[in-house]
């Protein structure tokens, strides 16, 4: 299939390079000076000169963007060169508002627009192991479903447009729960004088194991930061539940804490770190620093 791929980033990079071992052929673009090329030197494919060049004469469209405004300026640019028909995936984490807009425009159009997030993480996108959660008429479903299996471990069609950000929500509301509550639980091994790696071993086994301790209590242990998903993405994506439960009247009191408290991580200097370098501002909390 004839592929466009916008947002060489952290993940983007990844699900791009499994869609090109598969082998599909990508059209790629970012606006970063260096990644198209460095993406193409590695795996192949064509880079782009521009958004609308990038889409021309493709079928379908995927994008990894930060946010929003992001999204919206590649639309807006890609449409003179967008083919009728053409089928549009998203893969950001933005505003279930921008997705129901964006997929009614493109019914208008005789195209498709679908919202898909992901989860699972960077070592999810490079292993090939992703949550697909997505919004979608069945009849583009069932065009990129199978095109998704090239990384994603679960593919999930979860209701009409919106509804796959929706859902990432819901994640996001999960995860960010959990992340405070290692932080607390392995500063709090420290602080009394436990070995975390031991505390850590015998948790995975029991009650509170999760992805996140799986996946990131060792890090933040070790103090890691330096990959994973950054503080400013996470804000980004709190501040989008938050809009959405108040517009819903919904309460979500641990969410909204976790959200304040990782606005004290970004003025630690850690926008761009990983964001359960929580852990570093609870273990500041606790040494009295
Ligand atoms: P990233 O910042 O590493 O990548 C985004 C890429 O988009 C960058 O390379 C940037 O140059 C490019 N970009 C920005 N504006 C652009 C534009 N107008 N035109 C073309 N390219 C543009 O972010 P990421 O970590 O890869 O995350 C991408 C999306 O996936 C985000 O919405 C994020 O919330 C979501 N997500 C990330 C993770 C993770 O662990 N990193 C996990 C799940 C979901």
């Not at 052929?25 to 993406?39: E, G, I, M, Q, R």
């Not at 089928?87 to 997705?99: F, L, N, P, Q, R």
């Amino acid at each position: 299939m004839n592929i466009a791929f916008i947002g060489l980033g952290r993940m983007g990079w990844h699900i791009a390079a499994h869609l090109a071992r598969a082998g599909h052929n990508l059209s790629v673009y970012d606006t970063s000076s260096t990644l198209p090329a460095d993406w193409v030197k590695a795996f192949g494919g064509r880079a782009g000169r521009s958004v609308g060049d990038t889409v021309a004469g493709t079928e379908l469209v995927l994008t990894s963007l930060p946010a929003d405004a992001a999204l919206q300026a590649v639309w807006d640019l890609a449409q003179p060169t967008l083919a009728a028909g053409a089928i549009w995936v998203d893969h950001s984490t933005t505003s279930a508002e921008i997705a129901r807009r964006l997929a009614k425009a493109a019914k208008s159009q005789g195209r498709h627009f679908i919202d898909a997030p992901v989860s699972g993480g960077t070592v999810g996108a490079e292993k090939g192991t992703l949550a697909i959660m997505a919004g979608a008429d069945e009849a583009a479903w069932s065009v990129v479903e199978p095109v998704m299996s090239a990384y994603a471990q679960r593919a999930s069609l979860i209701g009409p447009a919106g509804a796959g950000q929706l859902t990432k929500m819901s994640n996001q509301i999960c995860v960010a729960g959990i992340g405070q509550a290692l932080a607390e639980g392995l500063a709090f091994a420290e602080h009394n004088g436990l070995d975390p790696k031991k505390v850590l071993d015998v948790m995975l086994k029991g009650s509170s194991t999760s992805w996140m301790m799986e996946n990131r209590a060792q890090t933040m242990i070790d103090g890691k930061f330096d990959f994973g998903f950054s503080t400013t993405l996470m804000r980004k994506d709190l501040g989008l539940v938050m809009e959405e439960a108040n517009r819903a009247d919904v309460s979500l009191p641990v969410t909204a804490l976790v959200g304040q408290l990782l606005s004290d991580v970004s003025a630690m200097g850690l926008a761009n770190a990983d964001w359960c370098s929580l852990m570093q501002r609870q273990r500041r909390v606790q040494s009295g620093k």
